[in-house]
């Protein structure tokens, strides 16, 4: 009997220890299976997320090669040449780099234009900053603040003239005729040297993106800081520099402007009135530059007095001698200023403080200016500022926003008429974005994550 109940015992011990062992790989299956699971849900989630990488990478690999080649700026053009500004045609092209079966949503997009040109001035100075050999124009600062200082002395010079001319035109010699109506006829004609060819390009300033018409991204992107301080508005400066063209260094082909260097300086509407404009702002700064040296050459001032004494002589009119040396130097500052100008317009350098040795013109050529016998042209002052140069110093005192909205003006017209793409427009270039993607797992099972490329 003994035996028997050791053997019932053994066989229930044994039925026991094949329930456990049961329970057991029932267990470790159900946790295998879960494993299984979670890593099928895992691998399914990172190849829905490496899928999307993959389109945004493809997508943004498709930037517009214009702007890169000519502009050394990356964007892609969201409306793909048609010109129409609209999400699905992103959204589609992303489904064709490989996101079937993946509902997105457009959640935070940046455009080249947007907060006045911001990303594009980032990606201007980024490019300028990683170029060699760029150097800063010293006490560019001091000239700029100097520069409106006697732009305005310039401008009351010149106001100065024609008043003294106009009080004292009954008793003038006739050899002031000439200066007085060539000073009448218009500065530009003026300073011109005899073979510069004036371009009739213009455009429309209602179609300019500086305007105020264009497309705006949305959401938010870390900014690049001082953007506009001294270092990044001499860089930037230098760009445009070097990148465009003006009156006496055209750029490009089939353009629609050539002076643009000086549109973005003055944004009139065509060649011709963006030089005037230019050329304007350069006399009343040479004019105020002479004056001042004029007053200090005492040899200069007795030359006047010595003249203005012979004509008021020849007039009859002793009295009004010390009028006639007043209006004298003051023409003579103007026709000066003249010389300057023509100097700078044929692609010689004009000094900025004057000299004995770059004083250009003698007091009895200043009654040649503007008549049959003017052949002068102005001379090469070693040490002196290119017109380049002094654009530069135009480009600096322009705010901003300004000055890079009318540079991106130039762009997207450029890419247009130059280039031929008439549907380009700058304002549908995209240069950052983020996109949340949805995306079925399984049956009843959805994710949800967020993705970002950016042009840096």
Known sequence: MKSNREREKKRTVRGEITAFLSLVFVLLVSFILALTESSMIQTSKNQKRMDVDRALYSVFGEYQKDLLEDYD????????????????????????????????????????????????????????????????????????????????????????????????????????????????????????????????????????LSAGNKESGWGSFPQRSNTG??????????????????????????????????????????????????????????????????LSDAKKQGEAEVLALALAAVALHPEAAEGLKQILLLLWCFGESVMDLRALLSGKRAALMKSEETWQLSLESVFRIGSGEDGMEGMDAEDGM???????????MKGEEELTMRTLDR??????????????????????????????????????????????
């Open 73 to 208: 700026i990356f964007a892609f053009d969201m409306s793909y040449g048609s010109g129409q500004f609209e999400e699905d045609l992103l959204l589609n092209r992303m489904a064709y780099y490989g996101n079937p079966g993946i509902e997105q949503e457009i959640t935070d997009l940046q455009l080249l234009t947007d907060n006045g040109g911001q990303a594009f001035r980032e990606q201007v100075l980024a490019y300028m900053e990683s170029k060699d050999g760029i150097d800063l124009i010293q006490n560019l600062v001091g000239l700029s603040e100097k520069w409106e200082e006697q732009e305005i002395k310039g401008e009351a010079v010149s106001e100065e003239i024609d008043q003294l001319i106009g009080q004292n035109e009954e008793i003038l010699p006739e050899e002031f005729d000439g200066i007085t109506e060539a000073k009448k006829s218009g500065l530009l004609s003026l300073v011109l040297p005899k073979t510069f060819i004036l371009s009739s390009k213009s455009i429309n300033p209602a179609e300019m």
């Open 229 to 294: 301080g001294v270092k990044g508005k001499v860089l930037y400066e230098q760009y445009i520099l070097e990148t465009f063209g003006s009156a006496t260094e055209p750029h490009g082909k089939n353009r629609n402007l050539d002076y643009e260097i000086e549109y973005m300086i003055s944004g009139k509407s065509s060649d011709e009135e963006n030089l005037r404009s230019v050329v304007r702002q350069l006399f009343c700064f040479r004019l105020a530059m002479n004056y001042v040296y004029l």
């Open 386 to 396: 290119t017109y380049m140069q002094y654009l530069q110093i135009l480009l600096f």
């Open 411 to 456: 762009i997207e017209q450029n890419i247009r008429f130059e280039k031929g793409h008439s549907h380009f427009h700058a304002d549908q270039c995209v240069t950052k974005l983020k996109i949340k993607s949805t995306a079925e797992i399984r049956t009843g099972i959805t994710y949800s994550f967020p993705a970002y490329f950016g042009y840096s």
